[in-house]
T-cell receptor, first 115, second 112 residues
Framework: NAGVMQNPRHLVRRRGQEARLRCSPMKGHSHVYWYRQLPEEGLKFMVY????????ESGMPKERFSAEFPKEGPSILRIQQVVRGDSAAYFC?????????????FGPGTRLTVT | DAKTTQPPSMDCAEGRAANLPCNHS???????VYWYRQIHSQGPQYIIH???NNETNEMASLIITEDRKSSTLILPHATLRDTAVYYC?????????????FGTGTSLTVIP
C-alpha cells in the first residue's frame, strides 16, 4: 500500500510566480490535510479537505493561498504571487476518517524555495 | 496553540530505553494524545496515540497518567535510527477537531 505521495519534492519559484503543490492520499483515504513548516519551526496546520469540500481552512493565509481536492485526482495547494516568506516545507497528510482517535499519515513534503 | 510541554532535547544511549515526557495539563476529557516523530526534514511519522489507557505497538509504548495531565513515550531499545524530533500532540477540539498542533517537540539524540 503506497503511502502519501507529494510532488514535486523540491520546487523553486521566483517572486511573483505561482506554485502548485500536489498530494495524493493513501489508498482508501478521503481526508486530506496540509501543513506548513518554516525553517527551524514546528508544523502549522493550514487546511483540511474532503473530496470536493473544504472543511476547515482556519490556518490558511487569507490571500494568495487556495486548496482543492477534486473528485478525481490529487489535492492541490496553490500559492499565487509567491514571496520569499512562502519558502518552507509543505506537508500533506491523509486519514481514512476524521475526528478524534484517527491518525494522520504524512507525505515526504514539498520544499518550496522562493528566489 | 500547542497544548503540550516537552523538554527541548534529550540524549539516550543506544540499546537503552528512551523515555520522553510530555505535559498536557489542560487536556479535555475526550482529547487524544498522539506522538509523531520527524527524522531530519522528512514527513512526520506516526508512532502511537491513546485516550486513557496505556498503549503499546511495535514501535513504542505510551503511558498516560491517571489524571491524563501527562504522558510518557517509551522506546524500549533505542537505536541510532531513532534520533529525531518527537512531537507530543493533543488533538484540538476547536473547529472540526482535525488539526494537529505541533509544538517544538523534543530532539532525541541516540548516542552510540
Amino acid at each position: 500500500n503506497a503511502g502519501v505521495m507529494q510532488n514535486p519534492r523540491h520546487l523553486v519559484r521566483r517572486r511573483g510566480q505561482e506554485a502548485r503543490l500536489r498530494c495524493s492520499p493513501m489508498k482508501g483515504h478521503s481526508h486530506v490535510y496540509w501543513y506548513r513548516q518554516l525553517p527551524e519551526e514546528g508544523l502549522k496546520f493550514m487546511v483540511y479537505l474532503q473530496k470536493e469540500n473544504i472543511i476547515d481552512e482556519s490556518g490558511m493565509p487569507k490571500e494568495r493561498f487556495s486548496a482543492e481536492f477534486p473528485k478525481e485526482g490529487p489535492s492541490i495547494l496553490r500559492i499565487q504571487q509567491v514571496v520569499r516568506g512562502d519558502s518552507a516545507a509543505y506537508f500533506c497528510a491523509s486519514s481514512p476518517r476524521s475526528g478524534q482517535g484517527n491518525e494522520q499519515y504524512f507525505g515526504p513534503g514539498t520544499r518550496l524555495t522562493v528566489t | 496553540d500547542a497544548k503540550t510541554t516537552q523538554p527541548p532535547s534529550m540524549d539516550c544511549a543506544e540499546g537503552r530505553a528512551a523515555n520522553l515526557p510530555c505535559n498536557h495539563s489542560t487536556i479535555s476529557g475526550n482529547e487524544y494524545v498522539y506522538w509523531y516523530r520527524q527524522i531530519h526534514s522528512q514527513g512526520p511519522q506516526y508512532i502511537i496515540h491513546g485516550l486513557k489507557n496505556n498503549e503499546t505497538n511495535e514501535m513504542a509504548s505510551l503511558i498516560i497518567t491517571e489524571d491524563r495531565k501527562s504522558s510518557t513515550l517509551i522506546l524500549p531499545h533505542a537505536t541510532l535510527r531513532d534520533t529525531a524530533v518527537y512531537y507530543c500532540i493533543v488533538r484540538s477540539l476547536r473547529g472540526t477537531g482535525n488539526q494537529f498542533y505541533f509544538g517544538t517537540g523534543t530532539s532525541l539524540t541516540v548516542i552510540p
